[in-house]
């Protein structure tokens, strides 16, 4: 029985090449706790955003199992997929992906209208979300007069509107100087464990992975545990 909020169990996933197909995740086991953070690394091509977006629910595995809150996914048609990602799992890309004409306030809202959970339990929770990500004097202001650093920490706090129980980021800070990347990986990691979720981020910037609690390396198309 799996109780972890995220596993994958012998995962492979192949693309065509030409005529041949190439593994790019080959028999992949991995297991997220809650109020963990973990970190996946590798070099460019070598399959960290094939694994992530399999464990998102965005990708489906050739072959393999995934687990979401103890439910099998990897057979799950596109409307019940859609369901799990926006109920179980809240996604933090390399860009924050802002509606342009929304407010602040109004992201996180949206969020949770989709959900069809917009009462005064969502209201609270997304006051809260905004101070804790330093945003509340921010809330009616637009993207567009936004820094990229507070762009992204909207994006935590929205992928954090639904409660869900797995938070993915993919490369957060890659579009950030130095100084801005500690600051909202370290924000990241307060929240994840503040709020008790099970947390991946993949990553190329190694001197992150002091905010994580276990690394993997991702290696032609193997997941090793350890830097």
Avoid at 7 to 22: C, H, P, R, S
Avoid at 39 to 68: C, H, N, R, Y
Avoid at 114 to 126: I, N, S, T
Avoid at 152 to 178: G, S
Wanted: one cysteine or more.
């Amino acid at each position: 029985m799996i109780t972890a909020p995220l596993a994958l169990e012998n995962v492979t996933k192949a693309f065509k090449d030409g005529e041949q197909y190439i593994n790019i995740l080959e028999d992949i086991s991995f297991t997220a706790e809650k109020g963990k953070f973990t970190a996946v690394i590798g070099p460019s091509g070598s399959g960290k955003s094939t694994f992530l977006s399999i464990a998102g629910a965005l990708l489906t595995p050739d072959q393999g199992e995934v687990f979401v809150n103890s439910q099998s996914i990897a057979s799950y048609k596109d409307k019940k997929l859609a369901n799990v990602r926006l109920t179980s799992i809240g996604y933090i890309f390399q860009a924050a992906n802002l509606v342009p004409y929304l407010k602040v306030n109004e992201q996180l809202k949206l969020v949770a209208q989709m959900k069809g959970d917009w009462d005064r339990e969502a209201k609270q929770r997304l006051g809260q979300l905004l101070e804790s990500v330093g945003l509340k004097a921010r809330v009616n202001y637009y993207p567009h007069q936004l820094s990229g650093g507070e762009k992204q920490r909207v994006a935590i706090a929205r992928a954090f509107m639904n409660n869900p129980d797995i938070i993915l980021a993919d490369e957060p800070t890659a579009n950030l100087d130095q100084a801005r990347s500690d600051e909202i990986v370290a924000l990241m990691a307060k929240e994840v464990k503040e709020k008790d979720k099970a947390a991946v981020m993949v990553t190329h910037d190694e001197s992150l992975l002091k905010y994580c609690d276990t690394v993997y390396r991702m290696e032609q198309g193997k997941l090793i545990k350890g830097r």
